[in-house]
Nanobody, 124 residues
Framework: QVQLVESGGGLVQAGGSLRLSCAASGRTFGNYVMGWFRQAPGKEREFVAAITPSGRITSYTDSVKGRSTISRDNAKNTVYLQMNSLKPEDTAVYYC?????????????????WGQGTQVTVSS
């Protein structure tokens, strides 16, 4: 069982930056693929980024590629999402998720554990 708690969301102007954090409980954090998803009002939850257990391989959705960086610190049981050059269309609730599949997955169904989400609002 893994519990995930996101933080770092907030209100930011377009062009600004935020760093989201997701702290995980448990001793097996280093075994999980970690992902970030987001859900905008009236839209389905969508994949944003993911990182393998070692941190060596990452994947991003096209809309954030080049503006965002996912990273992890297995010693701190924490995964991060650094978001730069934020746009109003990045406004959403951002969720952290953990997957036991061992590889980068982009479907919600492949993630076993979810956090409660953190709101990111980007004003124009």
């Amino acid at each position: 069982q893994v519990q995930l708690v996101e933080s770092g969301g907030g209100l930011v102007q377009a062009g600004g930056s935020l760093r989201l954090s997701c702290a995980a409980s448990g001793r097996t954090f280093g075994n999980y693929v970690m992902g970030w998803f987001r859900q905008a009002p009236g839209k389905e939850r969508e994949f944003v980024a993911a990182i393998t257990p070692s941190g060596r391989i990452t994947s991003y959705t096209d809309s954030v590629k080049g503006r965002s960086t996912i990273s992890r610190d297995n010693a701190k049981n924490t995964v991060y999402l650094q978001m730069n050059s934020l746009k109003p269309e990045d406004t959403a609730v951002y969720y952290c998720a953990a997957s036991t599949t061992g590889w980068i997955m982009k479907a919600m169904a492949d993630y076993n554990y979810w956090g409660q989400g953190t709101q990111v609002t980007v004003s124009s």
